[in-house]
């Protein structure tokens, strides 16, 4: 089979191997669309390994139909149309899938629509549901809005009848959260959000999700109402903080928390997908929730797509498609 891989110079290019084998309790998926995150740019740079035992080919998501599965899988068949997570190997013509980590394509979905799912989603449904345990009606910040998890958490968020806020960077991104339901949307080159904060919303926010980290983490801490739940997935806005005065995170009782998904074990994946699909996978059936996809591309111009992404020009996800 095809896939593409990264060469001494960090370049892509088709390189063959063989067709994987289903093992216990693994589904053989033939790949239609793949699902970009940012994870991969950092792979292609050498600078997120995949964790040990996973496929080295990049791709963290995928959509396909199953074409075969161990003899142990038994609520899956072949035919079956599904999307799901791979903790390595989507960037690929096949792939083999944890058989719980796979959902069902809604019937009215693209292959397309289904690789724009389970990565941001999940990361989402994560953070605001099994780390934040967000309730109805608490206000919320989500940073970077208009991103791939950012517009998830929007509507994720919004389903329960919640107060969503976001930053975003320009008018078109606002415009994008706004249609997806976001209640104020904070454009931080002309607002700083600490600032709105103060006369906008004086109790602060309940949940906060942050993928700045560098010195928004102290600023998130002036934002957070009492018993706030800050979940910090990313650093683009670098590695480091000021320093924190702990006094504010006492006197807040603030909870802060770190959160990855990709180095999480199969189980934890298999609960968090069971979880999720019990919540909130009916809703795409019914377009409450929807899939939002800045662009499509053939696979033969994914690096066309990662330098997109890395120029922050997205909003919602790019998606390769496989000849």
């Known amino acids: 089979m095809r896939f593409i891989d990264v060469n001494e110079q960090q370049g892509l290019f088709f390189n063959e191997t063989v067709i994987p084998t289903a ?28 964790p040990a035992g996973e496929s080295a080919i990049l791709g963290l998501e995928v959509s396909g139909e199953i074409v075969n599965l161990a003899a142990d899988v038994t609520h899956w068949k072949v035919g079956d149309k599904v999307f799901g997570l791979v903790g390595g190997g989507g960037y690929a013509e096949f792939a083999t899938i944890n058989s719980a980590h796979l959902m069902k394509l809604p019937d009215n979905f693209s292959f397309e629509q289904g690789a724009a799912i389970a990565e941001v989603y999940l990361t989402a449904f994560q953070s605001l549901f099994s780390i934040a345990d967000l309730q109805t009606n608490e206000q919320v910040l989500i940073h970077a809005g208009a991103s791939g998890v950012g517009s998830a958490a929007i509507q994720l968020a919004k389903f329960i009848g919640c ?161």
């Open 23 to 50: 093992k216990a309790g693994q589904c053989l998926v033939k790949i239609k669309a793949i699902g970009i995150n940012r994870a991969d740019l950092l792979q292609r740079a050498g600078k997120y390994p995949p």
């Open 163 to 323: 107060k969503v806020t976001c930053t975003v960077s320009n008018q078109q991104k606002a415009q994008a959260c706004k249609d997806l339901g976001a209640d104020n949307i904070i454009n931080y080159n002309d607002t700083d959000f600490v600032e709105w904060k103060k006369t906008n919303l004086k109790q602060g926010f309940d949940v906060i999700l942050d993928v700045v980290g560098g010195d928004y983490l102290n600023r998130n801490i002036d934002v957070a109402a009492r018993d706030c739940r800050l979940v910090m997935l990313a650093m683009l806005g670098g590695r480091f903080s000021q320093p924190v005065d702990v006094a504010k995170l006492l006197f807040k009782r603030l909870n802060l928390h770190a959160s990855t998904l990709r180095n999480r074990n199969d189980a934890y994946k298999a609960r968090l997908v069971e979880n999720f699909s019990d919540q909130f996978l009916t809703a795409f059936d019914s377009a409450q929730l929807q899939p939002v996809i800045e662009q499509v591309f053939n696979w033969q111009d994914a690096d066309l797509a990662h330098r997109l992404m890395a120029n922050n020009k997205n909003i919602g996800k790019y998606i390769l498609t496989t000849d």
